[in-house]
């Protein structure tokens, strides 16, 4: 027997408007209903069932689509759906199976603690035993035979006991999960089962008898998407990159063979311009005392050889793991983006995640090995790539696919319709790198400068009978005033190499199959005696 508080008006005729389109945004969704229904002229009060009960009604909105008519008014109503029913011989058997698993659990309990103590008493008579040994031993009664007899049937004794032990400990443990299962059952029988729902209600004025075919939109909360890529690169030229979108919803009402569309659009109720104040400015004079500090920088870099770098992060390298979920909003350049996915498709409302494929392209791609051995010692591939497809990359997770399967995750920022990108597709096993550091101080008499001097050796195996093409960064500091020098040694550095503006230092070599190469570098870094600072 089901009831609904408050019940519905009877009086109402009912329309099948079912969902036709979803537009998702970021935070929520807008619902759009369409239906038809023949009505006589004058007025007419309708009721569409299964709409969310959590809709604002403030963003309720009618369209008259076809029949000579128009909507007088529409409104939302919820209310309780009450299910109750009447089950006393499944109690009384769920009753009945509750009990026979706590008799069981009993059973199980005694039998538990009884192994026990048979495997107590009979160690602590190998022990006992264990102890006459040597004092019969003394006595010359030396008995081997009867010695490995004895303890024989002793530790099978307590091998048997233990085992008794741990099986019934094991079949109480499953017997309390079913009889947690019935508990729950039983109570869920006591339990009068509720859901909240929701409904419109429609009066339209007909001028005359026909079909009327109206549509009726409103904004839900409970519904997100985010968008998701999958990249794959079979170790060729080319790459093929999948967009999906990812969305989650839990509005109460499920949506069965809806046209889908994703948006970027941000909702907002306007903001006021803020109010104007007074900007002092105040001078200081300078502190005439150099200080020095030793920083890291990131360096901000659109392009990196024809691709986007993210800061410092070597390709490939996974960024650190958070305790806490976070779910960043979508990303998409400055500029409203506005995507359809083809098909119907259908979204239940349980919360779980639907992936709905979006668009698909190819792109000529270059694949490159890099090792950057003092964030990681080891060696990663990077894939660049031209975005050749119609749709810009919005901000998003990316699964990387190789020939042999998925190879892990990363992520990638926007990128718009023919922009360069780049991906790490992991490490590659068959190359071993290892990275050692020596630090000494100089004695400079000539200018009295002190300095320091860091040597960096860099060892590279292949283990695989394959050569491989990699590329070393290596990097030394940059100095910004003329009291501090850094000087790379040429001579000891191993040849090929090339520096940059902020202080990286590549090489690109060839390394044999099953060959090792050793790569050196060494700077100085030498600072004026009147700065009192040190190095580390």
């Not at 004058?42 to 076809?66: K, N």
């Not at 995507?339 to 709905?356: I, K, Q, S, T, Y």
Request: proline share 6%; with cysteine.
């Amino acid at each position: 027997m089901t009831k609904l508080i408050p019940p519905v008006d009877v009086a109402r005729t009912e329309l099948q408007a079912p969902v036709v389109q979803v537009t998702l945004l970021e935070d929520r969704a807008m619902v759009r209903r369409q239906g038809r229904i023949s009505l006589p002229a004058g007025r007419h009060r309708l009721v569409v069932y299964g709409a969310s009960p959590v809709l604002q009604d403030v963003s309720l909105q009618t369209e008259w689509l076809a029949g000579e008519g128009r909507v007088a008014d529409v409104v939302a109503r919820r209310a309780w759906r009450i299910l109750v029913e009447d089950r006393p011989q499944e109690a009384a058997d769920l009753e009945a199976q509750i009990e026979a698993a706590e008799r069981t659990h009993d059973r199980l309990d005694a039998q538990r603690m009884a192994a026990r103590q048979r495997r107590q008493r009979v160690t602590t008579m190998v022990r006992q035993a264990t102890h006459e040994v040597p004092v019969d031993a003394a006595w010359g009664r030396v008995d081997p035979d009867t010695w490995n007899a004895t303890f024989g049937a002793l530790f099978g004794r307590i091998r048997d006991a233990a085992i008794s032990e741990v099986e019934n400990y094991h079949a109480q443990l499953d017997n309390l999960d079913a009889l947690d299962n019935l508990v729950k059952r039983r109570r869920a029988l006591d339990r009068m089962d509720t859901e909240f729902v929701g409904w419109l209600g429609v009066d339209v004025d007909m001028a005359a008898a026909g079909e009327a075919e109206l549509a009726i939109e409103y904004v839900v909360p409970c519904a997100v998407w985010r968008p998701i890529h999958a990249v794959r690169w079979a170790g060729e030229d080319r790459v093929t990159v999948r967009s999906s979108a990812v969305l989650w919803q839990n509005t109460g009402e499920d949506w069965s063979d809806v046209a889908l569309h994703f948006s970027t659009s941000r909702a907002s109720l306007g903001h006021e311009p803020p109010m104007l104040t007074d900007d002092p400015l105040t001078a200081e004079r300078k502190d005439d005392e150099l200080r020095v500090e030793v920083r890291q920088v990131e360096v901000q870099q659109a392009m990196v050889e024809g691709a986007e770098a993210d800061d410092e992060t070597p390709a490939g390298a996974q960024p650190t793991p958070s305790d806490q979920v976070e779910l960043p909003g979508v990303e998409d350049g400055g500029q409203r983006r506005h995507l359809v996915a083809p098909g119907r498709h259908r979204v239940p409302a349980d919360g779980r995640p639907v992936r709905v494929p979006l668009s698909t392209f190819e792109a000529e791609a270059r694949g490159e090995l890099i090792t950057v051995p003092e964030d990681k010692p080891v060696a990663v591939w990077r894939v660049v790539a031209r975005h050749s497809g119609t749709e810009a990359l919005l901000a998003g997770p990316v699964e990387l696919i190789r020939d042999h399967g998925p190879v892990g995750w990363t992520d990638t920022r926007f990128v718009a319709t023919g922009a360069p990108f780049e991906l790490g597709f992991g490490p590659d096993e068959a190359v071993r790198v290892e990275r050692t550091v020596q630090r000494k101080q100089l004695d400079r008499h000539r200018d009295e400068w002190p300095a320091t001097q860091r040597t960096v050796r860099v060892f590279l195996s292949n283990l695989g009978p394959a050569p491989k093409r990699l590329k070393v960064i290596e990097r030394i500091p940059v100095s910004e005033i003329d009291e501090v020098r850094v000087t790379l040694e040429g001579d000891f550095t191993t040849e090929g190499h090339a520096v940059d503006d902020d202080g990286f230092v590549t090489w690109t070599l060839e390394l044999e199959g099953r060959g090792h190469r050793e790569i050196r570098l060494r700077w100085v870094l030498a600072s004026a005696p009147s700065l009192n600072w040190s190095f580390d």
